[in-house]
């Protein structure tokens, strides 16, 4: 049996990632994390999935709720998922971390931090999403120069990080597919008289509202004709189906930083 605990147990996907353990062979609760000071630390964690009580609260102590797991799924700040990762790796505990907004310099300390504990760090954990991930690598090829490439994405009002990990990582592929860098090409931002649109930029649009729970568009934009791949999330259930898949994979992973893909099987 692995033993798996939650950090952002009192959280969306914190709640939902706990229904997908119970549901999962093979393995169970062994802890639920929250931060220091929030309301739901000291409550069953079960109450947050939907669950009633499963008899396990939720705790703000990080070393014992590691030491007690085999894995750590972390979605919460990347901030917090570093903090996590450094922890895990003290206490030799593979860790999951589904967190987005992670700056270049932060990614570089993951790889770092991860060194000598397998982590899966994945911005989607989705089926659908990591296809999409696949097969966006060869469209952006085959449709090559001279479509232009429009990201949007559309979220909840309560997601803190724009664009979107998903995004980001869309735009990273089109980006080396094409041969370009996506941190000198991608266009966050037009206003005003911004000028004609460059050949090799990527607009990056975000739209936030309600409650959607991610789409995500990209537009291969040519003359007289525009192909667009759409991924839209029905639920959060499959974000945490995901990270339990890749929870059981990682255990038994190679230390470093693997994705979706390595976990899929789609690389
Ligand atoms: N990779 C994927 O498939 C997906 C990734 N996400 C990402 O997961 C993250 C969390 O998303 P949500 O659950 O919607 O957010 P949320 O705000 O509902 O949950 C985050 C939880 O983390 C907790 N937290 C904050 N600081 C903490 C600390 N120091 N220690 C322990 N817990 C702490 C918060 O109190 C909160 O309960 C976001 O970055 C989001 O973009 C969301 C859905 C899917
Ligand atoms: O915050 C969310 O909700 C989501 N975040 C992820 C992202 O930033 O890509 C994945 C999913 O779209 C939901």
């Known amino acids: 049996m692995i033993k798996i605990a939650v950090c952002g147990a009192a959280g ?4 939902r990632i706990i229904a997908a353990i119970k549901e999962t062979e093979g393995v169970e609760l062994s802890g639920a ?3 220091p000071g929030h309301p739901m630390v000291g409550q069953d964690a079960g109450y947050n999935a939907g669950l009633g009580a499963i008899g396990v609260p939720i705790s703000d102590d990080l070393n014992a709720v590691v030491a007690g797991c085999d894995v750590l799924i972390d979605f919460t700040t990347p901030k917090v998922s570093l903090k996590n990762l450094e922890v895990c790796a003290l206490h030799k505990k593979s860790i999951v971390i589904g967190s987005t907004g992670f700056t270049p310099e932060e990614r570089a300390l993951a790889a770092e931090l991860a060194r000598e504990i397998p982590a899966v760090i994945a911005p989607n954990m989705s089926v659908g999403v990591n296809v999409c991930f696949k097969v966006l690598a060869d ?3 085959i449709l090559g120069e001279d479509f232009d490439v429009e990201i949007v994405e559309a979220h909840h009002k309560m997601k803190k990080d724009s664009p979107s990990g998903t995004a980001v990582r869309m735009g990273e592929v089109v980006a080396n597919a094409l041969g370009r860098d ?5 266009n966050f931002h037009r206003e005003g008289i911004c000028g004609e649109r460059t050949h090799e930029e990527i607009g990056m649009q975000t ?3 309600g409650d959607i729970v991610g789409e995500h568009t990209v537009y291969f934009i040519g003359m007289g004709e525009r192909v667009e791949l759409t991924h839209r999330a029905h639920t959060r259930d499959m974000f945490s189906r995901g ?3 890749a929870a059981k994979w990682v255990v038994t992973a190679k230390p470093g930083v693997w994705d979706m893909q390595d976990v899929l099987g789609l690389k």
Not at 12 to 15: A, C, D, L, Q, S
Not at 182 to 186: D, E, Q, R
């Open 139 to 141: 469209v952006a090829k």
């Open 182 to 186: 996506y941190n000198k090409v991608a």
């Open 243 to 245: 990270s339990v898949r």
């Open 33 to 35: 994390l929250d931060r």
């Open 207 to 209: 739209i936030r509202g």
């Open 12 to 15: 969306r996907m914190g709640g």
